[in-house]
């Protein structure tokens, strides 16, 4: 299995910038970066795509085993089009979070860590964004943040996502 | 990405912020900053050849204290650092912000990245130090895409790079983003994760000033700590520490959230009573009275209300009324608020997030969290509470890093100070308060 | 030194202990589960919290450096509630389930929670429970019993060079596992199964075949590779069940291999003979001792008496004991025949007689190299301590260069190789003796004159000649190569013009053992007398079709042979060509001696009873000398015969690995263009013992040979996937794409009995294609 059958070359070309960050002998430092940039062309990560990593970075396959399972943002299975991680956490929860939480469940018929049966959105519960002073917040497909998340935003965010 | 929640008029932080000064939200770019006055501590060092102990010894005069949770003195970490060692080296930005109640660090990088880098590079000087990365929480991507591009403005402006502005200065600066771990704020955690590796503490000593990234020494500070540097350089140490008190020089950026009536973050000297705080946050939301405040990130000890109103909030004040400023995330809770059903959020927290390498922390916080849940369900027992106090005192102290000791502290903290609240839980399987979060 | 003070009693210790260095040189007891001395420090199991005065909490000893002065309490109140509260997270989630678990009486958590666990939980919380994994043939699972101390983890990154444990996840959902779908087999993988302080990891091969109080435990030491790892071999109701190692810090340290750990099921294997048989009208039938021996006895004087000594060949495995070997040669020579070998691999035999090859220093010293050259060796599969002493040493300032033939994973760092043909080793080593004498301004040696140094040899010499502390050292491969003596003489010379030290890894347990016995008896060597048939072959352990250079023409001398003595523990092939089989005892059964690769002499006891009939080989030698009246044959204990074997002098005194006169001659300059053959004995194909492991055989290095051959000849050969070759008209194997092999070259293992009927190791081979859909059974 060569990394070109796995990853395209335009995510190659990617991981390859990510790799130039750091010193020569430490290419494993792009793990990371590699995964999720592997995660985004194929929606998660499968063993083959994670073994095809461990090769590209001359990795022990289970040492990107234990990245991929250790960062919470890297799905080791397939999840809907749309996945959305809503903060729960204290601060959040406070100002509004549960509510929206129990809104999206609510209008999406799934509970956290559930996907739609139409494999449109995923559900899940989210530790501290970082994002606190925007409660409700939560993150659209890893990489997007949608703040202040009131249920008619949440409305237009789920009509817009579909 | 746009503007905060809640925009409000004027100067957004405060009328007395440094870091945050003239920040609208929109004036990100170089262009803007160098019109602020922006990178003018670094060319003042570059071109007037300051000696790097010179920096540093401005640092300590300054006060200015770790913001990233700790407190440590700034300008004493940077003398560790060997500068004439041979080898490689490294500077460190922890922009890993992942205590809940904090996001100042966000802020600042979204809307002012070039004073980081320039706070970066004033420390890569100081300590000799050619290249240096911003490790950035992984759940903010846009902050990430936004500082890739202040940094290449940066470089393109030769304030980054080989032969900065002409010197014989060169550092490099990258970004590496996290992908959802709060331990990776750890300090050590982080270097582990830059590594390529999970995010596992390493025991200390070695500190990362002898052995830090890749085995090299290494610095590390918070992005608000970087932050602070340009303007003491500008200004002195002496006028840093002016700002605050002694001993706790500056100003320090407030993450203000939960009850309030404007979360969000203020910029104030430290020093600034509580109370101030708390009006600049709008007061409470909907006029409802104050319960609780945790003062400096969730990992903090709680203070009930009277005792936050009479304190001020710098590091020697707080810690005096018995928790900590931590990062200087403010979360004020009502008196409509559960504190069991608080802590239980927390706990559960602690519980996701332990790295799960030594024993006390991965056996304890589950365990801490599964009794406060038992507890909050309605199925407590009278010896629980004394049980959590004794799990959580076998947790403390004990563990490889600080995380066992954030799931424990605020155990104890909501116990001691509202041990009726969840008395009656155990008692009545209800809860007092009568409308929940 | 450091001055410090532990439970009120000072002592100095080194710059740079730990408070735990401290507390080990104390003689003071604190509890872990995480450290342990040749891993990295993890601190993360907190067993070993101490008390140290001033701190204002307590701290891990295993972690914590000593500063002067410092006062440490272990048993202090502090100390002991940090303990106490330690060992309580650690039984939260623990199953407790003792009584069914293999580790049950060898349990460190076990012992500990004696100590220092409550009577009863205060836990009431569900318990965890984790699935186990498959970790393939060698290893058991129960992971709920894990206590997430990482030293299996460690143990891989560390010291097997190859990561295949990891814990994945994080928090309470922190579990150990392999990666997804691999099994955990390397050569060293058992020794997690010593290291997992609880019953998490435990032996599948023993699995709940006894308990550790059952077993009665032995000294003993390996019969299998030269290191002469030291053994601890545990015996129940008669039985070998176990193998573990037994820590010896300038040898094995606390490691073995899995062949050393495992190839003991060998033993038991089901096809030992158990009583002498001889054959007579073409059918075997049992008999007594005294008949087989006077049979044996009779046929051999036959034989000498019509056809003449030089008729009788003895042929014996570098794997049997020096009295063993001594007592094989002694006989011969009392016959009036000098044939009488062990080296039944090798083929070339030009090496002066006063070469007794070995290490060429102790296996200690080298972690001090600085500079290595390895020519000719797969060294993990086939020295896997050796390798991990080398491995060690890499990490830190040692250069490791590599002149072989298969560019296979070493899992070490490798700073330059030559992956060449068989034919071209000579030609590589000499363009790097070309360089190093260049670089010396030194002559070059007579037959190397207008050697060009490529660019590899160049790169070598340079590492070479810039280190202060170098060794070459010569593989298994390199001493059966046909040119073997010209590799010798080359690896010489460049070891004068670099001051190096040089030597030989040695292949069996008694490769040195064997020369000090005079089982290398000057007369006809191995090959030759499977070369020009003999009519009468004493066979000593060997199984001529399995452990000879070349097994056909070995099969064919077998048969053709008048009569044939076999003394084995095994029935082998020798039913269809001995005349006589004789039960010997394994190393388990029998005393004896190997002498290592690196000279030293180590003697063990017979450790359970012989197999029902079988009897020490050298008692049974001794009967032999008796009944064929040849003098000196009186001994009463293996003792005596060690002692006339080494004449009472120190082995040490005599290992050699100069040749007198280094010639080098002429250094063939291409191979003929036939294909080539790589030809290495597979790790667990070596001797009689390990072939008959089950467990070894599940694992990917004991799978079924394939011929292996890189993407070039893949496509001369016209071949394409679920392919089959045909070798030399009869082996048939399935072909496969690989890589790390050079050009014009095939890998087909020797020593295995698929590949028996093919020629000699390095001979070369005809392939023809067999088509997928034209399968024939073979
Ligand atoms: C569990 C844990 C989480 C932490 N998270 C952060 C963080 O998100 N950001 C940060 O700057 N420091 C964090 N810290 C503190 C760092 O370890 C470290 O003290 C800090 O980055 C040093 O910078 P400073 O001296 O500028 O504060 C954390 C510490 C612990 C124990
Ligand atoms: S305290 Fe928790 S997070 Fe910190 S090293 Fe230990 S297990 Fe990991
Ligand atoms: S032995 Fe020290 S922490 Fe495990």
Request: cysteine-free.
């Given at each position: 299995m060569s990394a070109s059958s796995v990853l395209s070359a335009a995510s190659l070309a990617r991981i390859d910038q990510a790799v130039a960050k750091y010193p020569p002998d430490q290419k494993r430092s792009a793990v990371m970066a590699a995964l999720t940039i592997a995660q985004d062309e194929k929606g998660w990560l499968s063993t083959e795509t994670m073994d095809c990593i461990a090769q590209y970075l001359e990795m022990a396959p289970v040492a990107v085993y234990e990245v991929a399972t250790f960062y919470t943002m890297y799905d080791r299975k397939p999840v809907g089009k749309c996945k959305l991680a809503i903060c729960t956490n204290l601060p959040c929860a406070l100002q509004g979070a549960t509510v929206a939480a129990a809104y999206l469940k609510q209008k999406l018929g799934i509970e956290f860590g559930e996907t739609t049966a139409d494999g449109a959105f995923t559900l899940k519960e989210a530790e501290c964004l970082g994002a606190c002073g925007d409660a409700p917040v939560l993150l659209v497909n890893n990489k997007r943040m949608a703040c202040a998340m009131s249920p008619d935003k949440l409305d237009k965010l789920i009509e817009e996502m579909k | 990405m746009g503007l905060p929640v809640a925009p409000f008029a004027g100067d957004m932080y405060g009328p007395d912020a440094v870091i945050m000064k003239g920040i609208t939200g929109a004036n990100w770019r170089l262009q803007d900053y160098l019109s602020r006055g922006g990178y003018s501590a670094l060319k003042k060092i570059l071109s007037e050849k300051i000696p790097p102990e010179q920096v540093v010894a401005e640092l300590k005069k300054s006060a200015l204290r770790g913001r990233g949770g700790a407190g440590f003195p700034t300008g004493l970490k940077w003398s560790?650092?060997?500068?004439?060692?041979?080898g490689a080296k490294y500077l460190v930005c922890n922009s890993d912000e992942g205590e809940p109640g904090t996001f100042k660090d966000r802020d600042i990088m979204r809307y002012n990245p070039h004073i980081l880098i320039e706070g970066m590079a004033i420390g890569a000087y100081a300590m000799g130090i050619p290249v240096g990365y911003n490790y950035i929480h992984g759940e903010i991507w846009d902050v990430f895409e936004r500082m890739e591009e202040a940094l290449a403005e940066a470089r393109a402006a030769s304030f980054i790079g080989k032969k900065i502005l002409g010197s014989e200065f060169n550092f490099e600066l990258h970004n590496h983003h996290g992908w959802g771990a709060y331990i990776c704020g750890e300090e050590t955690a982080l270097l582990e994760s830059l590594e390529g590796k999970k995010g596992q503490p390493r025991f200390k000593p070695p500190f990362p000033a002898s052995f830090g990234l890749y085995g090299k020494p290494t610095t590390i500070n918070n992005t608000e700590t970087f932050a602070a540097v340009p303007w003491i350089i500008n200004n002195g140490g002496d006028a840093f520490l002016a700002l605050g008190k002694p001993n706790n020089g500056g100003t320090k950026i407030f993450s203000v959230s939960g009850d309030v009536a404007r979360p969000g973050n203020y910029e104030v000297k430290l020093g600034t009573p509580f109370a101030k705080l708390l009006e600049m946050a709008g007061g409470m939301r909907d006029g409802k009275k104050l319960k609780a405040v945790i003062p400096g990130g969730s990992s903090m000890p709680v203070l009930p209300a009277d005792i936050m109103m009479a304190t001020d909030m710098d590091y020697d004040s707080i810690a005096k009324a018995g928790s900590m400023l931590g990062s200087g995330a403010v979360i004020v809770m009502d008196e409509t608020r559960c504190m069991v059903k608080s802590l239980l959020r927390l706990s559960y927290f602690y519980y996701e997030e332990s790295c799960g390498q030594c024993t006390p922390c991965r056996e304890g916080t589950g365990w801490l969290y599964r009794m406060v849940d038992r507890i909050e369900h309605g199925k407590g027992k009278p010896e629980d509470l004394d049980l959590l106090n004794s799990v959580a005192d076998n947790i403390q102290g004990r563990t490889i890093c600080a995380l066992g000791d954030a799931a424990a502290m605020p155990v104890r903290a909501f116990i001691k100070h509202y041990r009726d609240e969840f008395q009656h839980h155990i008692d009545h399987k209800q809860c007092v308060v009568p409308t929940y979060i | 030194m450091l001055e410090i003070e532990i439970d009120g009693r000072k002592l100095e210790v080194p710059d740079g202990s730990t408070v735990m260095d401290a507390t080990n040189q104390a003689g003071v007891y604190v509890p872990h589960f995480c450290y342990h001395k040749k891993l990295s420090i993890a601190a993360n199991c907190r067993m070993c919290l101490v008390h140290v005065d001033k701190a204002p909490k307590p701290l891990p000893a295993c972690a914590t450096p000593v500063t002067n002065g410092m006062k440490v309490f272990t048993h202090s109140e502090q100390a002991i509630n940090a303990q106490k509260g330690v060992m309580e997270f650690l039984l939260i989630n623990h199953p407790l389930d003792c009584p069914i678990c293999d580790q049950g009486g060898e349990c460190q958590l076990q012992d500990l929670a004696m100590g220092y666990g409550g009577s009863g939980s205060r836990y009431e919380e569900p318990k965890r429970v984790v699935n186990n994994k498959?970790?393939?043939?060698l290893i058991s699972t129960d992971m709920t019993r894990c206590i997430h101390c990482t030293r299996c983890v460690r143990f891989g990154e560390e010291i097997a060079g190859i990561m295949e444990l990891g814990m994945i996840g994080r928090g309470e959902h922190a579990e150990i596992i392999a990666f997804v779908g691999k099994t955990v087999d390397s050569e060293l993988s058992g020794n997690v199964i010593d290291l997992c302080p609880v019953g998490a990891l435990t032996s599948k091969p023993f699995r709940y075949s006894a308990r550790t109080w059952e077993l009665t435990r032995h000294s003993s030491v390996s019969p299998h590779c030269g290191l002469g790892s030291n053994l601890t071999v545990q015996v129940k109701q008669n039985r070998v069940m176990r193998v573990l190692p037994r820590e010896n810090d300038a040898i094995n340290e606390c490691w073995l291999s899995d062949k050393d750990r495992f190839a003991y099921e060998g033993l038991n294997a089901s096809d030992r003979l158990v009583k002498p048989m001889i054959r007579e009208n073409g059918a075997w039938r049992e008999v007594d001792w005294q008949v087989a021996l006077e049979f044996a006895a009779n046929g051999i004087r036959k034989v000498r008496d019509q056809h003449g000594a030089v008729h009788v060949a003895a042929l014996a495995t570098p794997h049997q004991t020096v009295e063993e070997l001594y007592l094989l040669q002694k006989l011969a020579h009392g016959l009036g025949s000098s044939n009488v070998d062990f080296r039944t691999r090798q083929s070339d035999f030009s090496a002066d007689s006063n070469v007794v090859p070995w290490l060429g220093m102790a296996i200690a010293d080298i972690a001090q190299l600085d500079r290595v050259l390895v020519v000719g060796s797969t060294l993990r599969k086939d020295h896997p301590l050796i390798a991990h002493r080398i491995r060690q040493a890499a990490k830190r300032h040692l250069q490791v260069n590599l002149i072989h033939v298969t560019d296979d994973d070493l899992a070490m760092r490798i700073t330059n190789k030559a992956i060449v043909a068989p034919s071209q080793m000579a030609r590589q080593l000499a363009q790097l003796v070309a360089a190093v004498a260049h670089a010396k301004g030194a002559p070059l040696p007579a037959g190397l004159a207008g050697t060009e140094a490529g660019d590899a040899a160049k790169r070598m010499a340079d590492s070479l000649l810039s280190g202060k502390n170098c060794a070459l050292f010569v593989g298994n491969f390199a001493q059966h190569h046909p040119s073997a003596t010209q590799l010798h003489a080359l690896v010489q010379t460049l070891a004068d013009l670099l001051g190096a030290k040089f030597g030989f890894l040695g292949e069996a347990a008694n490769s040195v053992g064997g020369y000090l016995a005079g089982?290398?008896?000057?007369?006809?060597?191995a090959l030759q007398m499977m070369r020009e048939p003999r009519q009468a072959y004493l066979l000593l352990g060997a199984e001529p079709e399995l452990d000879c250079y070349d097994p056909q023409q070995a099969m064919s001398a077998m048969k053709q042979a008048e009569f044939v003595v076999a003394l084995s523990p095994y029935q082998h092939q020798a039913l269809d060509y001995a005349h006589v089989m004789l039960p010997v005892a394994p190393f388990t059964e029998t005393s004896g001696t190997f002498v290592s690769t690196e000279g030293k002499a180590q003697s063990f006891r017979g450790l359970v009873q012989p197999l029902a009939e079988t009897r020490p080989a050298w008692k049974v030698l001794r009967v032999l000398g008796n009944l064929l009246q040849?003098?000196?044959?009186?001994?009463?204990?293996s003792e005596a015969v060690l002692k006339d074997a080494l004449s009472g002098s120190d082995p040490t005194s005599r290992l050699n690995n100069r040749l007198t006169q280094g010639v080098i001659g002429?250094?063939?300059?291409?191979?003929?263009g036939d294909i080539e053959r790589i030809a290495e004995v597979p790790i667990y194909q070596t001797d009689a013992i390990v072939r008959r492991a089950p467990s070894l055989h599940k694992t990917r290095d004991g799978a079924v040979p394939v011929a292996g051959m890189n993407g070039e000849m893949y496509e001369r050969l016209g071949l394409r996937d679920g392919d089959q070759v045909k070798v030399n008209g009869s082996s048939l194997l399935s072909a496969v794409l690989d890589e790390k092999l050079p050009a014009g070259c095939i890998r087909i293992p020797a020593g295995h009995p698929l590949t028996a009927?093919?020629?000699?190791?390095?001979d070369t081979v005809t392939i023809v294609r067999v088509a997928a859909q034209h399968k024939v059974a073979v």
């Open positions: - | 560790f650092m060997p500068r004439q060692y041979p | 498959n970790l393939g043939p089982a290398a008896a000057g007369g006809m060597n040849v003098d000196g044959f009186d001994y009463d204990s002429k250094i063939e300059a291409q191979g003929s009927k093919l020629a000699g190791m390095f």
